[in-house]
């Protein structure tokens, strides 16, 4: 009996292999030969796709492993497999087997058959034993770490080199990613060097002499508007911290601002209760930021504030700030700032609003609420799922890279002496007692959009572009999720007797999310509903949450005067006492403004590899239904950009980056 077997190798730098391969067809009724893979010339070489004949004295039934060994010929050659296929000779369907793995050393790997399959609809003995051997196996490679307490716990791993050739950049991806590192930070040692050559900073224009290469459309538009109080609210709804604004429908107990403050800054015939009544008024209040303990940079404190920040919806300006305290608790030397107030005096106020803006999208809306909550799923379905089962089918390519690309950040970030030491004013411990805050008040509700904006009140704020397309993008993946899950499980009694499901969901709350029982995911699925849920949150944040608050940091922080990394002076007490001087004096120098512009740069600029959202380049399912579903949902996805293509025509100011094409599949950067 003959097989033909095509064997894909991959399609990124060295992928192929000159070492020897072999290939054996497990089967219900026995084994192949062992066949070497090697015809004439070359072959395994990157992007090939190679056919090979295999033999076996009898019929091998249907086919259930592909048995891959590799072993080294003179020098080791590490090989990635995408797929194999085997068709018998003669007809007969063809049976597909993703791979996408790499065969490291001398090595043997068994690849399952691609149908996506529960345990319980496992028969055969050879099945049940693979299933079995690969989670002991990834049990043993995947284990869990307390980085620091008190937040999400992540991957064993002390760096980027301790994780398995699997979760590793593709060649050409880590060469990009360090390479723009370096061209960032070798600007700006150029920018350093001219700059010190020239004067330092005098006044805010002097901050346009790092505005060199690295810039973009909305940066510039930055620079010109960022004084206005129209573009300073618009920041809160369609910058790169989205989340933090909500209804105030009472005014906090400790920011004292009475109707005859800013009843100037209403629209005629109107109050500030009763505005508050209406719905129009809207609080960001930092009060995560109080007492957060200051970085020390080059011997010097910096300084940190908790502001809280009044706005009002006004019917011709749009939202507009009204009145800013710079410190939760009030007192003689805790004013409240107005648009009245001196310029310099409200323009400084501001920047001290969008200096904790810095720190809590930074940190807590980027850090935390996508890339850790990514990271505790992705070492959950690596421990706890068969490459065989349909949800890890589902999940595996918005999870590509998380656990790279968060290796990097606690290495080189926010390591102790990682950029966010060196530039920025939570920088050291300050940056985790900021995550251990956040940590402890994180829910799973606030991580459904649908629930996020109830629960801030702001379902009826005009302008809003953030919430109108995520909107649009929850319910597609809603749609697809669901459309999904219901191929694999037909009611709620099959979710709750997955065996390795339920074992998941545990590891997830009990393992990852540990010791918050407020956080509000129980660890126990038990209906169809919640598992569809809980997996559209999961691609949600991997990709368009991802997008929105990482994408755009460039564009609202490359002018540092509008959201500085770090403060200098301690914020102002008296209203009259603010100048110039006083400004240049507290905005971060000329070495903190080139970093902060060249790492916003590297993070948000648009990756040459990325994979836009819902494009699996690497097939996981091979089902027709399945194959059908995602096709289903990169066509809504489609109509979704054209949509927001076009109501962004006409803009100044466009918001696209919640364009399914901008938005990658997974969290990578």
Known sequence: MEY????????SEYSGTNNYVYVTLVGEKGESERTVLDNPGLDLCRGAVD???VRSSAPLGRVLLVRLEKQKYWVEDNWFCRYVLVTPTGGGDTQTFPCYCWL????KVEVREGTAKKLNEEILPQELAHRTAELQQRQKTYRWQAWAPGIPKCIDAKSEADLHPDDRFANEKRSDFEGSLHYALLELSLKKLAIRFGKSWDDLDDFKRIFWKLRSPIAEYTMKHWKEDWF?????????????????????????????????????NTTLDKELKAGNIYLVDHSIMDSVPANVIRNIKQHIAAPLCLLYEHPDSGLIPIAIQLEQNPSRDTPIFLPSDPHLA????????????????QVLSHLLHTHLVAEVISVATLRQLPAVHPIYKLLTPHLKYTLEINCRARTQLISPDG??????STGGDGLLVLTQRAYKILTYRSLQPNFDFLDRGVTKLKNYFYRDHVLLIWDAIHNFVSRMVSLYYSSDSEVQQDTELQAWIKEIVDEGFVDRPEFGLANELKTKEEL????SVVIFTTTAQHAATNNGQFDWCAWVPNTPCTMRQPPPTDKDAVTMGLIIDTLPDISQSCVQMAITWHLGRAQPDAIPMAQYMEQYFVEP???????????ELKDIEEQIIKQNEGLELQYLYLCPSRIENSITI
């Open 51 to 53: 056919d090979y004949t």
């Open 104 to 107: 490291v050393g001398d090595v």
């Open 4 to 11: 033909t077997v095509t064997v894909a190798t991959g399609t």
């Open 625 to 635: 239904a399945a194959l059908q579903v995602i096709e289903t949902f990169k066509q």
């Open 232 to 268: 300073f609210g618009y920041q809160f709804l369609n910058g790169s911290n989205p989340r933090m604004i909500r209804r105030c429908r009472m005014l906090p107990s400790n920011f004292p601002v009475s109707d005859d403050m800013v009843q100037a800054f209403l629209n005629p």
């Open 346 to 361: 409200w323009l400084l106020a501001k920047m001290w609003v969008r200096h904790a803006e810095f720190q809590v999208f």
């Open 419 to 424: 950029i966010f030491k060196r530039v920025v």
């Open 532 to 535: 569809i849920t809980l997996l």
